[in-house]
């Protein structure tokens, strides 16, 4: 065994690891491999729970999949998991390829993940997000095959998140934080909407190391700039010229119809004249009677009234069809404020000749008003001045 006794330690190890978290199929699977280690070697078959949808390193701790973990500990579980399956997948490796080097690679500091607005540059990286980066540091440097004879000791350690040197690289982090502009947050959730402009346009971003602050990652997604829109800019004349491109008949003045055409692509015509409307200059308002706050909450809509939300530039306006608004009944509109739900006109009620008179005084700029089912839409256009 004694030339063996490297993977005795590792799976050890891992069989801790893995009973401290309660996961039951892989603790199976490394207790089997562990007395197969200590009573002669360790065999080549580890290497088959590797690779492929369901494999070892596919798994995850964490307390959603049933593993019983406490939040800040995850970073450092699943870290020396990762070290952990490493070590034995070499071991294993090593005895069916003599030119197998078998030294642990350290790589350079990895970026520090957090998040960033698109639209404003507001950019946070959470207390949980400076924990998985000091454990991605840490858990290789204090892991190896002397280490490893420490047992429950050396896993209870890492676990805690108090190993030598942590307190001292989270505080690191938060000062080069800090001198970057980059708020650091205590949050468990995504940054959506942002907290600095309410945008939904949010994304994961990375930051590296450069002298005493941070800086940002190459791979990371640009940032809008200043001038940016989401979709062309459009004036009520040309919306109103998307509307008779698909066949909307004028019901009267600054009113038309757009019915559902089997002939005709009916998404493109509705996404057209939304685009069109939401391309228009000032916020976009919807008024709808359904349940909307988990939809508001996931894509940074800003609750604005009973029933009314201000709608996101980044919403894209074929989700915003076929998923959000496929019932119909609802009211969407350009104006510079939101207005009352109870004061919009119907557009396929009442006297069509007052309209014009009543969209002014509201100072609406566009409206569409879906009937039920999505079938069939009437679109008030101001155009006086386009």
Not at 29 to 34: D, K, V
Not at 141 to 151: E, F, K, N, R, W
Not at 164 to 177: F, L, N, T, W, Y
Not at 349 to 357: H, M, V, Y
Request: net charge negative.
């Amino acid at each position: 065994m004694g030339e063996d006794r490297r993977a005795v330690l590792a799976l050890a190890a891992l069989v801790r690891l893995l009973e401290h978290c309660g996961e039951g199929r892989w603790l199976l699977w490394a207790r089997r491999h562990l007395e197969k280690a200590q009573a002669t070697s360790i065999e080549a078959t580890v290497l088959d729970a590797y690779g492929g949808p369901g494999s070892f390193n596919e798994l995850t701790l964490d307390p959603v999949n049933g593993h019983a973990l406490e939040r800040m500990q995850v970073p450092w579980a699943n870290r020396l998991l990762a070290v952990l399956g490493e070590r034995v997948y070499q071991l294993a490796y090593e005895r069916t390829d003599e030119r197998f080097e078998a030294a642990w690679v350290r790589l350079a500091d990895p970026p520090v993940e957090g998040w960033r607005c698109l639209v404003c540059g507001h950019a946070e990286i959470s207390d949980y997000d400076i924990e998985w980066w000091v454990a991605r540091i840490l858990v290789p440097a204090h892991v190896a095959d002397s280490t490893l004879a420490d047992g429950p000791e050396l896993i209870a350690t890492l676990l805690s998140g108090q190993v030598m040197g942590a307190a001292e690289s989270r505080a690191d982090v938060m000062a080069r934080a800090s001198a970057s502009g980059v708020h650091v947050a205590y949050r468990d959730d995504v940054m959506r909407p942002c907290p600095g402009c309410g945008s939904g346009d949010t994304d994961v971003y990375r930051w590296i190391f450069a002298g005493g602050g941070l800086h940002p990652a190459e791979d990371n997604v640009e940032l809008r700039g200043p001038q940016h829109r989401y979709r062309e800019e459009r004036s009520t004349a040309e919306l109103a010229g998307v509307l008779t491109t698909h066949g909307s008949s004028l019901e009267a003045a600054g009113l038309w119809e757009l019915e559902r055409d089997i002939a005709n692509n009916w998404l493109d015509a509705q996404t057209n004249v939304m685009e069109a409307l939401r391309g228009l200059a000032g916020p976009t308002f919807l008024t709808i009677y359904e349940e909307m706050e988990v939809v508001a909450q996931r894509d940074g809509w800003k609750h604005v009234g009973e029933h009314t939300w201000m709608i996101s530039d980044s919403m894209s306006t074929p989700v915003l069809i076929q998923a959000h608004l496929e019932v119909g009944a609802w009211q969407m509109y350009v104006a510079p404020s939101a207005v009352a739900a109870t004061d919009l006109p119907d557009l396929f009620k009442g006297d069509q000749a007052s309209l014009p008179e009543a969209i002014a005084g509201l100072e609406l700029v566009a409206l569409i008003d879906a009937w039920h089912d999505n079938t069939e839409w009437r679109v008030a256009v101001v155009l006086s001045g386009a």
